[in-house]
């Protein structure tokens, strides 16, 4: 389904029905991207609404109002325009809970709804909105509001199951909340134990989701315990239409952003969009009655995708509908955003990324109904988890594939908290503003907006994946062609997208473009490397050499005849050097091939049946000396000897490459000239074996003095109690397991499948390997390594987070900036167990785990905030007891002793 020209407005209630402003004519907005913020924490325009006498305002606790408003936002559009974007996405401005006791927390970011159709006081009124939409229409800029449909707040709650007979049992009202209960009818009447609610049944009175592959606990269940609406109830229908199709009439809104759409039945978007019935019309109805022909609905459909398969593309894109049975118009697209971060960020294997391409033009309609992001509200900062380069080629990719971008506003001052405050008041802002037009992020942004919005080929065109590097960091490639499809980019130039993941210099090969011999390229964007005097070879491969983190976007140009310069120096040349067979342990090697031309494409890749040893043979002529270079790494290669007949022999130890999928390329150097061979593919697969196992007591976990308590939210106890560490080698590398006494919870459907605990694992080299001591303190936690020891390398690990730091750039507060790769992370449910596998790519100056400690302490995670649970004497909702603000933040804890050599 192609996106609509136009992002239009949908949504306030009809007792406010005051002339809109006109909305804003524009072209299609897929060229341009979205800037997203949370009002309470971007911008104080007016301080007198800050502080509503509830307990609910206090800009240093991250659970509470900081004071940013509608006013703020109108304040600063001229720094959200002068970065190019085209539109502006607000949090929900609706009448929240303003405070809630048990949880200590404040509905600041909009979500906790008492009222759909009125604006919260702490953000302004109805002519600030209104003031905000007609700045941003006399811009041509547009507004898109963020809106809820499957909750309220959180206003009750059960002691026990419910009884689905008698709702009423065991259902108890939360004391002391602001306001007591939803304002709006028929939310307000939430009480089952009244025959009136009862009859209304404007909710479904359920408990929490407990298994999220369970569709009927999906759209009926409590998310996070929040009040679920009955959305299959004709009158909440009519409700939430009349709801938020007043926020057209009054406002002139030009898009919505619908939260938790997941967990709402299919019909419902349905008639809440496309009904046409004329006394309850849906929200696309009036936005044509108010003269907003074509309009966009975007829904957020969270899906932790499993790499390489595309079952969640599918579940998320089935909220698009069907030509037949519409439903949104896009869908923020979690499965993408996942691998941009795992790949740019975390150093994942850029297949992954193609695979995930490759997808997105299944499902998305080639990409047109895909809303792209990188950060959100809900998720940790990329900075948190990965480097400024990456996050800088994740950018670059964000705006050069088809779709919506959407920026979440800090990602272009570096923000590394999730939820921190651009202005200097508000929470997390360091007392300072961040609106610096100049910070290198915000410059670089503002090049990308531009060059995307010069090219509609980026935004509109048909995306074609061409490569991804299987093993780890390097070549990342895929193409943009102008489409001639209604909604396309129309007639233009393909436009090719090249990167390196990589921390090091990488070749790629013979990369297949898939355009004409010949080609040439304008240069769009280069970043550590030179496109200029690229041309495309035979059968339309290119080589590359790519430095560390570079990037390319090239505008292909007509084909021309090679020049002399062409000829000369470095070019693939097959018939100069050649791999002929690939073998280790009982492998069987192919035929040796015939030195000729050859497919372009790799052979399929031969396993090496657990062998450590690896032999790659081949043969060449007229060159003085031949090295194997393994995955396109250019700084390692691996010398081959001569043998008779212009044949060599190259010996690789497989242990210290990861399992998986990898190419050898064979590199002939003859004077000034190097000649490649084709790439060749090999599998390895290698077992690891048990190196230490430490058992830790069991009912230890209660800090270190024994009195913590865990926080009283259902879910925590026993969580956070470790059984054992096992501690498993595989030539130089090494993977931990670390299994829990109480098992793994996993009731908030966490990306890596385990919630209620985090772990962090500190690791302890020989001081030898390093050549300088780590050290003792152990950031965030308040505590000290044990016995003396120190840390050099530490990886965290949490249900939405995991990262892997060194420990010279950390101080007792925080750690530095993350290194790649990150940690491969499996939960492992039934066991009761959390896999770490690590790789020795991310750990600087170390060859080998030989002679290393590990160190695991327990704690929890905060995943919307971004920080740990805090600590205090009495235990809360979700906060620990039995210590003090600034104690050891350590539930439990276990290590495995350095190993000992004879």
């Not at 804003?24 to 924490?41: E, I």
């Not at 001569?642 to 022999?649: H, S, Y």
């Not at 390895?684 to 209660?702: M, T």
Request: some cysteine; proline content about 9%.
């Amino acid at each position: 389904m192609a996106l609509p020209m136009r992002l239009l407005g949908l949504g306030l209630a009809a007792a406010v029905l005051v002339p809109a402003p006109v909305s804003a004519a524009a072209p299609d907005r897929r060229d341009g991207f979205v800037y997203f913020l949370m009002t309470d924490r971007f911008a104080d325009g007016d301080p007198s609404n800050n502080d509503q006498k509830a307990g609910e305002f206090g800009p240093a606790d991250p659970n509470l109002y900081s004071g940013g408003d509608l006013a703020g936002v109108r304040s600063k559009l001229d720094y959200i325009q002068g970065l190019g974007a085209t539109a502006v996405w607000l949090t929900p401005p609706v009448s929240n809970v303003w405070y809630d006791p048990s949880l200590k927390m404040a509905g600041y970011h909009g979500y906790w709804a008492t009222d759909f159709t009125k604006v919260d006081a702490h953000l302004g009124g109805l002519e600030d909105y209104r003031g905000l939409a007609a700045d941003l229409h006399a811009r041509s800029m547009l507004l898109i509001q963020d809106i809820v449909t499957n909750h309220t707040g959180d206003f009750f709650s059960y002691a026990g199951a419910p009884d689905p007979a008698d709702p009423g049992k065991g259902f108890r009202l939360k004391p002391g909340m602001v306001p007591p209960r939803p304002t709006q009818h028929p939310f307000s009447a939430n009480d089952p134990r009244d025959p009136e609610a009862r009859r209304l049944s404007a909710y479904h009175w359920t408990p929490d989701v407990a298994d999220f592959n369970d569709e009927a606990q999906l759209t009926t269940g409590q998310v996070s315990g929040l009040d679920d609406i009955d959305t299959s109830n004709p009158l909440v229908r009519r409700t939430l239409k009349e709801s938020y199709g007043g926020w057209i009439k009054a406002v002139g809104v030009d898009g919505l952003r619908v939260d938790t759409a997941r967990y709402v039945e299919h019909e419902f978007w349905r008639d809440f969009i496309h009904s046409a019935d004329p006394a309850s019309p849906g929200v696309g109805a009036v936005a044509r009655a108010q003269g907003q022909e074509g309009f966009l609905v975007f829904g957020e459909v969270w899906t932790n995708a499993v790499p390489f398969d595309d079952k969640e593309d599918a579940l998320t894109a089935s909220y698009l509908g069907t030509a037949e049975r519409p439903e949104m118009g896009a869908v923020l697209n979690f499965p993408l955003a996942g691998d941009l971060r795992a790949v740019f960020g975390k150093g994942a294997p850029p297949a992954l990324l193609k695979y995930r391409l490759e997808s997105m033009k299944r499902h998305y309609a080639g990409g047109r109904a895909s809303v792209n992001f990188i950060d959100n509200h809900d998720m940790p900062r990329f900075l948190s988890e990965g480097g400024e380069a990456g996050l800088v080629q994740a950018l670059a990719a964000l705006f050069t594939l088809p779709g919506l971008p959407v920026l979440y506003a800090g990602t272009e001052q570096g923000f590394t908290e999730t939820r921190a405050s651009m202005f200097a008041q508000g929470f997390g802002s360091g007392g300072k503003d961040h609106f610096d037009r100049s910070h290198r992020l915000y410059v670089f942004i503002k090049r990308l907006a531009g060059l995307r919005a010069g090219q509609p080929a980026l935004a509109r065109g048909s995306l074609v994946p061409l490569h991804g590097a299987a093993w780890g960091p390097g070549p990342l490639a895929y193409r943009v062609d102008p489409s001639t499809v209604p909604g396309g980019s129309g007639p233009g130039s393909p436009i090719l997208v090249v990167f390196n993941t990589a921390e090091e210099e990488m070749l790629a090969p013979g990369l297949e473009t898939g355009l004409p011999e010949g080609t040439r390229f304008e240069p769009l964007l280069g970043l550590g490397v030179d496109g200029r005097g690229l041309r495309v070879g035979r059968r339309g491969a290119l080589l590359l050499r790519l430095a560390p983190r570079s990037t390319l976007v090239l505008k292909a140009l007509p084909a021309a005849p090679p020049s002399a310069e062409d000829e000369a120096g470095e070019e693939l040349l097959e018939a100069g050097v050649m791999i002929n067979t690939v073998r280790g342990g009982n492998v069987r090697p192919p035929a040796p091939q015939a030195r000729k031309r050859r497919k372009s494409k790799a052979p399929p890749p031969l396993a090496t049946d657990k062998a450590a040893r690896v032999f790659i043979e081949g043969s060449s002529a007229g060159v003085d000396s031949v090295s194997v270079v393994v995955d396109g790494r250019l700084g390692r290669p691996v010398p081959a000897r001569w043998l008779p007949d212009e044949r060599w022999v190259a010996e690789l130890d497989a242990s210290l490459l990861p399992d998986g999928e990898h190419t050898v390329t064979a590199m002939g150097a003859a004077g000034s000239t190097v000649v490649w061979s084709p790439p060749r593919g090999l599998k390895i697969d290698l077992p690891y074996a048990l190196a230490a196992r430490v058992d830790d007591p069991l009912g230890d976990d209660h800090g270190p003095e024994g009195r913590y308590r865990y926080p009283l939210a259902p879910g925590f106890e026993g969580r956070a109690d470790i059984r054992s560490l096992s501690l498993y080698r595989r030539g130089s590398g090494a993977k931990l397991v670390i299994t829990m006494a109480q098992g793994l919870s996993g009731v908030w459907n966490p990306a890596f499948g385990f919630d209620h605990v985090c772990f962090h694992v500190f690791m302890d080299f020989p001081e030898a390997v390093l050549g300088r001591k780590g050290l003792e303190a152990l950031p965030g936690l308040g505590a000290r390594m044990k016995d003396g020891r120190d840390w050099d390398f530490a990886a965290f690990l949490a249900g939405w987070k995991v990262g892997l730091y060194g420990a010279g750039a950390a101080t007792v507060s925080a750690f530095g900036p993350a290194l790649a790769p990150a940690p491969q992370v499996r939960a492992d449910r039934k066991q009761g167990s959390v896999e770490v596998e690590f790789s020795l790519d991310a750990f600087p100056g170390v060859r080998s785990f030989d002679g290393a400690g590990f160190y695991v302490a327990t704690w929890d995670y905060d995943g919307v905030e971004g920080r740990l649970r805090p600590l205090a004497r009495e235990p809360a909702e979700f906060v620990f007891g039995g210590g003090e603000p600034a104690g050891p933040k350590v539930m439990d804890d276990a290590a495995v002793p350095p190993e000992k050599k004879p």
